[in-house]
């Protein structure tokens, strides 16, 4: 078996792993910053392909005190630069909240006040993703309570409980209640504080403007917003798609340089209605489209039985990806999948189960992407979920604890559930190939 060290050193030496100095400080070329042409990303030239990973914990290891891990970071980045990865999507802002199911600390610990140690480790994070010329896609908000995210807005200003889905095990009612967050005037002028205190940052390593920072790809509005619940209303719908727009709108105001993206799973989180999709794509003010894919999750899939329900997870598999990449195709977009993944063999969170229907998982998705680009098609790429690399579950019923090793797995769910390791070998193997194959059609 490949060990990972030996793949490291080995590309180390071939020059793929840089952890060369960075850039002086100044104005950055333009052709630096990533841009659509047409269906596409460009960068440097050429086209721009993402070969991926999600790593929303970045940002925290990146903290000079408390809970930082520099050394891990600087080795994690190496890691993903070495098998291919050229861009991470990070959660930006965190909410301090009393949900059980929430990461702690938090960037933001009531309206207006700001962890200045957590947004210097987001610093230090883009600074090290530029000495190794990788890009990050950054979330400003979280539909989701694993960082305090908008049902902890609405606990700041409605008064209401912020609601934990893994307590109260409605997930019907907490989608319904959270989606009010787009309507409450209080909450959206908070955001927008925050979305103003980001992206006008100067970074405390380089002295760089977030703004003027070509590392930078993406502004995203949040991770996985959604209208409500499937039965969500017109009424909330369009309050949602009206949010998407004005959002992506003011974003744009303050930063004439970067991206702006939603965060959208594509129609589930879109309450199954492809017309909803792509209402909330077709503004000028967002610029690519978003989607994730979870069969497991959604109920395709069932890892106990992985035989018996192969067939019928990878064949709604493919239509659910074709049907967004078409849809793309008729916005006249880029489009990313920046979710997918499965668990360990025999559903088990022990970092010594094998990774083989996973694998076969995630050679079937990067199949079908590969040959969709291949084609012309509107593929921007993918991000895989999750990066977990050196982190390791310290608890012997795999939930997380503060203090615990930050993994792929966010609080809300069992660490080691989607992790990819550093020991993962065969799955790294996989990413490197199909991330070379991607990149191989850059022109």
Do not use: C
Request: no cysteine; aromatic share 12%.
């Amino acid at each position: 078996m490949i060990k990972m060290n030996q793949v490291v050193a080995a590309l180390a030496v071939a020059g793929l792993v840089s952890g060369a100095a960075a850039a002086p400080v100044g104005a950055a070329d333009k052709s630096e910053f990533v841009t659509v042409k047409q269906t596409h990303f460009a960068r440097k030239g050429q086209t721009y392909y993402i070969a991926g990973a999600n790593f929303w914990y970045g940002g925290y290891l990146g903290s000079p005190s408390g809970v930082g891990e520099r050394a891990r970071l600087r080795k994690e980045l190496d890691t993903m630069k070495a098998i291919g990865i050229n861009n991470v999507r990070v959660l930006a802002v965190s909410e301090k909240t009393e949900m059980t199911s929430a990461v702690r600390p938090a960037t933001t610990n009531g309206p207006g006040k700001y962890d200045e140690d957590l947004l210097a480790g987001l610093d230090f994070l883009v600074d090290e993703l530029g000495k190794r010329d990788m890009t990050v896609v950054l979330y400003l908000n979280n539909f989701w309570q694993w960082s305090g995210g908008m049902t902890q807005y609405l606990n700041w200003f409605e008064g209401t409980p912020a609601l934990d889905p893994n307590v109260t095990r409605d997930y019907d009612g907490y989608m319904a209640k959270t989606a009010r967050f787009y309507a409450n005037k209080e909450a959206q002028t908070e955001y927008r504080g925050t979305i103003k205190k980001i992206v006008q940052r100067v970074n405390t390593i380089n002295g760089k403007s977030y703004r003027d920072d070509p590392v930078i790809m993406s502004w995203q509005l949040a991770n996985e917003p959604r209208p409500g619940n499937g039965k969500a209303s017109d009424k909330e719908k369009a309050i949602y798609t009206t949010w998407i727009a004005d959002t992506a709108q003011y974003i744009h105001e303050l930063d004439k340089n970067h991206l702006v993206s939603s965060g959208s799973e594509g129609l589930a989180g879109s309450a199954q209605d492809a017309k909803l999709f792509m209402a909330s794509h077709s503004s000028k003010h967002v610029d690519y489209l978003t989607y994730h894919l979870w069969p497991k999750n959604w109920g395709w899939f069932d890892s106990k039985k992985p035989v018996e329900s192969w067939d019928g997870a990878i064949a709604r598999s493919r239509d659910y990806l074709n049907s967004h990449i078409d849809m793309a195709k008729t916005l006249g977009k880029p489009i990313v999948l920046e979710e997918f993944g499965l668990d360990r063999d025999g559903a088990s969170f022990d970092i010594k189960a094998g990774t083989t229907i996973r694998d076969r998982f995630y050679g079937e998705i990067f199949e079908l992407i590969g040959r969709r680009a291949a084609a012309g098609d509107p593929i921007a790429g993918w991000n895989f979920w999750a990066w977990g690399g050196a982190g390791r579950a310290a608890n012997a019923d795999y939930w997380w604890k503060q203090g615990n090793d930050f993994m792929g797995d966010p609080p809300q769910e069992e660490q080691g559930l989607y992790s990819v390791f550093d020991s993962d070998a065969s799955s790294l193997a996989l990413i490197k190939d199909h991330a070379d194959k991607l990149r191989s059609l850059q022109k």
